[in-house]
Nanobody, 114 residues
């Protein structure tokens, strides 16, 4: 079975940075789509960033230029580097393997204070 373990969520002031990690087990990491989604209070879950085999990445409009997604194949881990954080980035961030119909992590809370 596929299992995702997330870490890195924290309370951070506006303008700060965080690095989220998602370690996957039970899959061939390099052959899967992996991504990050988030859901803020009273909002729908939205795509933050995704990465596929070959290193191609995609980003939601709200985070372009500020966030970077990367993957370490040897560690079966996906990272989300978040810079220049804004209060609007406050949300639970979810790791995902295989798209919306795939496997989800339990989420990690990011709170950006103003």
């Amino acid at each position: 079975q596929v299992q995702l373990v997330e870490s890195g969520g924290d309370l951070v002031p506006a303008g700060g940075s965080l690095r989220l990690s998602c370690r996957a087990s039970g899959i061939m990491f390099s052959l899967n789509y992996m991504g990050w989604y988030r859901q803020g209070p009273g909002k729908e879950r939205e795509l933050v960033a995704g990465i596929v085999s070959g290193g191609t990445t995609t980003y939601g409009d709200a985070v372009k230029g500020r966030f970077t997604v990367s993957a370490d194949t040897a560690k079966n881990t996906v990272y989300l580097q978040m810079n220049s954080l804004k209060p609007e980035d406050t949300a639970v961030y979810y790791c995902n393997v295989g798209g919306p119909s795939g496997t989800w992590g339990q989420g990690t809370q990011v709170i950006v204070s103003s």
